[in-house]
């Protein structure tokens, strides 16, 4: 009969020994179907390499955790399925390449973000920031770590020097990333000054590429403005070539009848006076010399081509 008692109880001795008969049965408690939808939601991911599937599953356990809501189950327990199905639906849109999509899908099921787990933020940053758009989670980011709740977090140190180093600094943000470091007492003194040192380094290379492209954009002023002041003499020695070969190519009489028509007009002397002689004495010398000018251009021109 002592051995009969001994194997009845050997099935419980997990549970903390051999039951005596006035101990209630504690019955284990039950299991959330979202737990079991997260393994399969894993193991589509990692194994069969389906990440539609692995995403939609995981969708199915979210929903099964606003329907099927557990009153036995600890709370810690749900918000660790909740944190790693948002891990593995992370994982899901970035192998399908909808990594655009992963902000706004965490926080269809967390509303704000500053309900955020620290993890599933630091995938959003370490993704963004990989992709080359860390401006997608500045704000996010930025409003978890205002958050007076999130402040007291361990992780909130690690968090906040991976937004400066990965976001801040990158978007050339210095003035946020400082304030943010010298304003939260989750830097240690060491990692605060390293931090800022790199703040600082960031700086100075800021400054350096403005005065660099500054000193690259003046040689070009300069040399436009050099090349107008350049081009306006060939421009007024094209036009003088251009009136001069017209001028060549008119006879000598016509040009001489337009200027002394021209004049009449303007003058307005009279060619009949005696007084006018001499005038148009001056006149013709005048157009004689610009005719000998004209044909001396002309024949240099005729030599160099």
Request: proline residues 7%; charged residues 25%.
């Amino acid at each position: 009969m002592k051995s009969d008692c001994s194997t009845s109880a050997a099935p419980f001795r997990g549970l903390g020994g051999p039951l005596r008969s006035s101990e209630p049965v504690r019955a284990a408690p039950a299991r959330s179907p979202a737990v079991d939808l997260l393994e399969e939601a894993a193991d589509l991911l990692v194994v069969h390499l389906d990440f539609r599937a692995a995403l939609e599953t995981c969708e199915r356990a979210w929903q099964s955790l606003a329907n099927h809501a557990l009153p036995e189950e600890p709370a810690g327990t749900s918000l660790e399925v909740k944190c790693s199905l948002c891990v593995v639906g992370i994982q899901a849109l970035a192998e399908m390449d909808r990594w655009q999509e992963v902000l706004s899908w965490v926080l269809q099921y967390y509303q704000v973000p500053e309900k955020l787990p620290p993890k599933v933020l630091e995938l959003c940053i370490l993704l963004y920031s990989k992709m080359q758009e860390p401006r997608a989670v500045l704000d996010v980011v930025g409003a978890w770590l205002q958050d007076p709740a999130n402040q007291d977090l361990p992780e909130y140190g690690a968090l906040a020097e991976f937004h400066v180093q990965r976001v801040l600094l990158p978007l050339g943000c210095l003035s946020e990333a400082e304030e943010l470091v010298v304003g939260s007492a989750a830097f240690g003194e060491e990692r605060r000054l390293d931090v800022l040192q790199a703040i600082h380094t960031a700086r100075q290379q800021q400054k350096q590429e403005h005065s660099g492209s500054e000193e690259a954009q003046k040689p070009n002023e300069e040399g436009s403005i050099s090349h107008k002041f350049l081009s306006l003499p060939m421009l007024v020695r094209q036009l003088w070539d251009s009136a001069v070969s017209h001028f060549f190519s008119l006879p000598f009489k016509k040009s001489l009848l337009a200027a002394l028509i021209l004049c009449l007009l303007v003058v307005r002397f009279d060619p009949a006076s005696p007084s006018s002689l001499p005038f148009l004495y001056k006149l013709a010398e005048l157009f004689r010399w610009i005719r000998k000018a004209a044909s001396s251009r002309l024949y240099q021109l005729r030599i160099r081509d």
